[in-house]
């Protein structure tokens, strides 16, 4: 008895997550947010994501949508695990009634097996600041999206950033760089671009993996007390930046020689360490911390009408910030997609168009209120990216302090890596490029 | 002398692998000596969440894999109500939520499953884990909390003089060692000399021996597991401090299984000094054999320390099948 | 009245020993596989095949073998996602060096060579016993986790740690829409049942059993524990193996190696003790609810039409998915397997109480 009643229910249940939700065919942009809310990397992915939907909230209620055209969302949990990351993306990418408008899973593990399956899915895939390097080529990676830079680029620019302050890169020989990574392919993707410096320049690099969730650095950090590396950079994501930070006060390295990438300098990841942190450096890329129009807009259309996803004094902390942005270019791909295609929901392809060319200047960051939060960002079928560049932060123990100086990426180095990773992938997964003259033509 | 050859051996061993990076030369030699302070003070904290499983295993028989949950919820606990009323006052009131939270465990999850097997009631344990992660994040958030315990964190070079470089110590790290004492110190005492000490070690002994002389075993279970709910709220404070107050703390709970099966499931000395020997070797093969390896190998990394614990506890179990202090397990067919 | 085995009589030891020996079973088992073979692929989406189905069957597979060595022989192991993760390293080796062999051979030497690396890691189970046993076997999954990350041989030297594959080809069938991979590992599935089923029914599986449940006077009796142990342990790896080389290649495509941690081998522990030791049935019981459960909870929130943010739902699923456990081994330790076994006998009395 008990098992007929069981077996019914589970078989109810499996029917109706089988039928397909009968959606009305609303004029609605469905727009997926992969987020993690909880887990070892909750401290970081909240303010992201709570960012991210704040925007989607504001379009809505202060421009009524796209072009007319409502947004709806609706959050996944993937807890930055790859294989929930990648069953969120199959329950969402078809909702709504033109499917999945982008997915920005902000993990680089997720990316990747997202990454296959985009090219039957057709749906784009921002990674604005993480994901694959080599997504750059549009012409093989013809969904992926790196907004902003890669990896590649942010760590070329700290090697950048340190040649200046050794007084030039060839003053790096014999320096020591240790690069303490996540044990994942977020923290693995820099060390190709390190080595080739390494071996242009002739510094050391000494590579210091932290398993995840890495609370366990103490043996890491003794180690780098016993190589005195020049200068660490930090790799890190959730728990794992904090604890660096402090572990880092524990052997007493100077914080002052520490760099972290653009997702290894938040809040959350310095105010643990408390005083500890003070002379922190890492690289801000986007959007740096603080308040702008788009802010005021936020308070005045979501915030004041309690309809925030987050806390109100959280808003305009780092990674908030670039959530907005995340979200904004999304829109903004959605918006010249709708020039060429109408103002109606639009599928993944047609939005990829946008995407492809989107060329977001100062006039249209001042029009959108992200003056002073955004770098102009211009992409083609060739170049997912748009050039990066980035600057240093510091915190001084109470906020972030943008240092002068606008580093950009060395493209001279990157294009050729770029290229023949790219070309590798192709060929490992039997792929054909793409031609964009053709496609444009 | 030829009966006990096995561990002998094993110890020589050992001690032949400390004292490698000695002789090969570690310059300087200071940071040897902080390679082991770091890796004893490490074990120390692995002591402290072992001192609670092998508490629970020694009174009622069951391998609480909810230990590090607890650790974590007691952290979390005392972090989040620290920010509303003085640190002590929410160590008391920590102290409360624990015992409760023992109480609850011990009624609806331990007598249902009273004569069950090993495996169910691990695996009731890894349900209880389960619940307290949901739980705890419910109640208390997701974000990273801070214990501070007016410490400072900054370290301090000791024998400079002395040793070529100096040892860089920290004076947290050795005061949550002399936390760790004094709570080792004074479960033995209450072990030892007070009658419900007595009457836990009766229980730990032989449970229906002790049911037929009137110790009531489930107020004995339910005062076993909030002692150890406590000790779990000494660790989560100590490692909070240290580490930050988050969700994977009670993963880090994960490293202190091979502490309690090199020291034995039933023995509190076992889970110190189990503590102590893997948080030394763990440490030491990570600073030291694990470049050796990394070159050797070609290897991506280093990281050994994961899986270097449980090689070790395995090693000392291949000879001493019930761990160092742990009884002799006699079968009988 | 329906499920009686009146007038069914034996009349060769063959017939007699037959698996399924009264007919409604054989009946039912023949109807049960059409319906999955012929029916299920025609009328349900490809969100159920990739997200229930397809985990269902590979787990199952997993389950299948860790039942093998915890359920008939009573060697409790915790980290058998390790042996899957090997399965699933040595599949993709093979298939990315030696191009040319079948995909079902590969499968199969992936198995093999997961099942001598299941001895390697079982030698300690001739010694260590009960919890101590399961707590070394953690001592496999760390090491796994560790080796397939940092020995770049394995990812064939990728930057990133992960891997990721080319759909597979079988005889010229490429396996890559959502209904073909389920027939495929439906296939699979029904072959290597039938094989456990038939050792755990064999004087090898007699041997396991009397391992589990008294091993000293086994060894009185002239079991050998070597042997008995290691086959289990090799049979067991054998299966997780070739479940680890289909979950990578089918249903993953990409993956790292933090795809197979604690959280995989914790799960498959929980399938088998929800769905029964010590039954093949069982297995697939306990694989079932397991995939089903945190799609369940997940959904449930949304159907009710209650708002909830996703971090208090993901909570929630955590807190019901560890009472749920809690109580199933309060109210049926022997699994679900035993609700259906319970049923089973119900039926054969049906419609007379007794």
Known sequence: MKAKFAALAIAAAVAAIGSTSALAQAKEQFFPVLSYRTGAYAPNGIPFANGYVDYLKLINARDGGIGGVKITFEECETGYATDKGVECYERLKGKGPTGATVFQPLSTGITFAVTDKSFSDHIPIITAGYGRADSVDGTVFGWNFPLGGTYWDAADMLVQHVGKKEGGLDKLKGKKIALVYHDSPYGKEPIALLEQRAKMHGYELILLPVTHPGVEQKATWLQIRQQRPDYVFLWGWGVMNSTSIKEAVATGYPREKMYGVWWSGAEPDVTPAGDGAKGYNALVFLAPAGQGQVHKDLIKYVYDKGQGTGKKEEIGEVLYNRGLVSAMMAVEGVRKAQVKYGKKPLTGEQVRWGLENLSIDDAAIKKLGFTGFMTPVSTSCVNHSGEASASIHTWDGKKWVVQPGVYHADTSILKPMIRSSAEKYAAEKKLSKRDCAKEAG | MKKHWPVLLLGAALLIGLALPLATGVSPAGFYVEVLLGGLMTGVLYSLVALGFALIFKASGVFNFAQGAMVLFAALAVARLAEQVPLWLAIVLATVIMTALAWVIERVVLRPLVNQEAVALLMATLGVTYFLDGFGQTVWGSDIYKIDLGIAKEPVMILDKVIQGGILVNKEDFVAAMVAAALVAGLTLFFQKTSTGRALRAVADDHQAAQSIGIPLNRIWVIVWAVAGFVALVAGVIWGSQLGVQFSLSQVALKALPVVILGGFTSIAGAIVGGLIIGVGEKMAEVFLGPVLVKAFDLAGGGIENWFAYVLALLFLLVRPEGLFGEKHIDRV | ?354
């Open chain 3, 1 to 354: 009245m329906l499920y009686r085995e009146n007038g069914q009589f034996k009349s060769t030891y063959a017939s007699d020993q037959q698996m399924l020996p009264i007919l409604q079973d054989r009946v039912f088992m023949v109807l049960l596989l059409a319906f999955a073979f012929v029916a299920v692929p025609l009328f349900v989406s490809d969100y159920v095949f990739l997200s229930l189905l397809i985990p269902f069957l590979i787990l199952t597979l997993a389950a299948i073998g860790l039942n093998i060595l915890v359920g008939y022989c009573g060697q409790i192991s915790i980290g058998h996602a390790a042996f899957m993760a090997v399965g699933a390293y040595a599949a993709y080796n093979l298939v990315l060096r030696v191009p040319q062999l079948n995909f079902l051979v590969v499968l199969v030497l992936a198995g093999m060579i997961a099942a001598a690396s299941g001895m390697l890691f079982g030698i300690p189970s001739l010694r260590i016993k009960g919890l101590y046993l399961a707590v070394a076997t953690l001592a496999a999954q760390f090491f796994a986790d560790w080796l397939f990350a940092r020995v770049k041989w394995f990812t064939n030297y990728s930057s990133s740690g992960s891997v990721s594959t080319a759909p597979i080809e079988i005889f010229g069938w490429s396996v890559d829409s959502p209904a073909e991979k389920y027939l495929f590992l439906l296939a699979v599935l029904v072959v290597f049942t039938l094989v456990a089923k038939n050792l755990v029914r064999s004087h090898i599986g007699r041997e396991w059993m009397a391992m589990r449940d008294m091993d000293v006077a086994a060894e009185v009796i002239g079991i050998r524990p070597v042997y008995a142990k290691l086959t289990a342990f090799a049979v067991s790896a054998f299966y997780c193996g070739v479940a680890g080389a289909l979950w990578g290649f089918i249903y993953l495509g990409a993956w790292e190696p933090l795809a197979f941690n604690l959280n995989l081998s914790l799960n498959l522990l929980f399938m088998i003790i929800i769905g029964g030791m010590g039954s093949l049935l069982g297995s697939f019981f306990g694989a079932a609810f397991i995939v089903a459960l945190p799609i369940l909870l997940d959904q449930v929130p949304i159907w009710l039409g209650i708002p909830m943010s996703t971090a208090t739902a993901s909570h929630l699923a955590s807190m019901i998915f560890g009472a749920l456990i809690i109580f199933f081994l309060i109210v049926e330790p022997l699994g679900l397997a035993r609700l259906w076994a319970i049923g089973k006998e119900k039926l054969r009395l049906w419609p007379f109480p007794h």
